[in-house]
């Protein structure tokens, strides 16, 4: 099946600092990547749908400018939490769609447990 | 807006007993519906969808347009099936998906 690589897998850092997390599929072409917010024993909340070349769509309450995204090529995006704050601390989750030619499927990474301090 | 309900937050089962996974949803258009699994130290994965009617591992979920339900069943659990199971929904064509809060299957032997 489709592989997603999330890196990393968990990173903490200090309050105010920045942090980049990765998402690549490996054996296809995402036209469209997803990343999700996951609180403890809570449901995954979409954050944004990124296409690749263009602007990132960001759900309601999600500040653009906190969670910057980038969506440079068909196998990789980038979630830059920026100036992090504890509050931030949570399970980030990408997933990655081939499109219509996938069936809509999407498929995860394994997820970044960020935490901070 | 989209939304979609699973009212168990956690099902206790036999192995070998019957389980159903209640999955409820309100949308206003065609929406295609997807059950989601994530094994214990493992990341989110694909079970079924609707579109493809076929059975997963043993299990089958049937969309409802009139009662709004798209619940997962299986006949006889296994041990292996133990993990947490989402239900989905997108609006078509590789759009978003949302996804309930999801119930965690126990299957005790």
């Known amino acids: 099946g489709a592989v997603v690589s999330q890196h990393p897998s968990r990173v903490i850092c200090k309050s105010g600092t920045s942090v980049k997390i990765e998402c690549r599929s490996l054996?296809?072409?995402?036209?469209?990547m997803f990343w999700y917010r996951q609180f403890p024993k809570k449901s995954l909340m979409l954050m944004a749908t990124?296409?690749?070349?263009?602007?990132?769509?960001?759900e309601q309450g999600v500040e653009k400018d906190k969670f910057l995204i980038n969506h440079a090529s068909l196998t990789l995006s980038t979630l830059t939490v920026t100036s992090a704050h504890p509050e931030d601390s949570s399970f980030y989750i990408c997933?990655?769609?081939?499109?219509?030619?996938?069936?809509?499927?999407?498929?995860f990474g394994a997820g970044t447990r960020l935490s901070v301090l | 807006a989209q939304r979609v309900t699973q009212p168990e937050k956690l099902l206790s089962v036999f192995k070998g007993a019957p389980v159903e996974l209640k999955c409820n949803y309100s949308?206003?258009?065609?929406?295609?519906l997807f059950w989601y699994v994530q094994y214990s130290r493992q990341r989110l994965q694909l079970l079924l969808r609707?579109?493809s009617r076929e059975s997963i591992k043993g299990f089958t979920a049937d969309l409802n347009k009139g009662e709004t339900s798209f619940h997962l069943k299986k006949p006889f659990a296994q041990e292996e099936d133990s993990a947490m199971y989402y239900c989905?929904?997108?609006?078509?064509?590789?759009?978003?998906?949302?996804f309930g809060t999801g119930t965690q299957l126990k299957v005790e032997l």
């Open positions: 997933s990655a769609s081939p499109g219509l030619a996938g069936g809509g499927i999407q498929y």
């Open positions: 054996d296809f072409q995402a036209t469209t």
């Open positions: 990124s296409n690749e070349g263009s602007k990132a769509t960001y």
């Open positions: 949308y206003s258009g065609s929406p295609e």
């Open positions: 609707h579109i």
């Open positions: 989905a929904l997108s609006e078509g064509g590789g759009n978003k998906l949302t």
